[in-house]
């Protein structure tokens, strides 16, 4: 069983600035696909950006593209999500998920939660007016 950790939540103003990262402990980072997501109070868990086991292929939701930049490092074996001009609505849970690939490519990237094997715990995000 793989292990995620997240780290880096905390309460920041509006506009402010971010930085999460996700621990992946027991693989190389480059076995898997990675995601994050996010869930707020009372609502789904949604996608927030995914990278493909590779790094080359990257998406966002539309709600933070622009905004927020998933890089990785695989040195750390460490996946990061960089979170700018932060807004009240991005308040939520943030979840770090991993998809192992084993295609040749390594081009494949997921936005869906039912496509992930593993989870990490959460790490809080709250952003204030």
């Known amino acids: 069983q793989e292990h995620l950790v997240e780290s880096g939540g905390r309460s920041v103003r509006a506009g402010g600035s971010l930085k999460l990262s996700c621990a992946v402990s027991?693989?190389?980072?480059?076995?898997?696909?990675m995601g994050w997501f996010r869930q707020a109070p009372g609502k789904e868990r949604e996608f927030v950006a995914a990278?493909?086991?590779?790094?080359?292929?990257?998406t966002y939701a539309d709600s933070v593209k622009g905004r927020f930049t998933i890089s990785s490092d695989n040195a750390e074996n460490t996946v990061y999500l960089q979170m700018n001009s932060l807004t009240p609505e991005d308040t939520a849970v943030y979840l770090c998920?991993?998809?192992?690939?084993?295609?040749?490519?390594?081009?494949?990237?997921?936005?869906?939660?039912?496509?992930?094997?593993?989870w990490g715990q959460g790490t809080q995000v709250t952003v204030s007016t």
């Open positions: 027991t693989r190389t980072l480059s076995t898997y696909a």
């Open positions: 998920a991993a998809r192992m690939d084993t295609s040749v490519s390594g081009s494949y990237y997921y936005t869906q939660p039912y496509a992930y094997d593993h």
């Open positions: 990278a493909s086991r590779s790094g080359v292929r990257i």
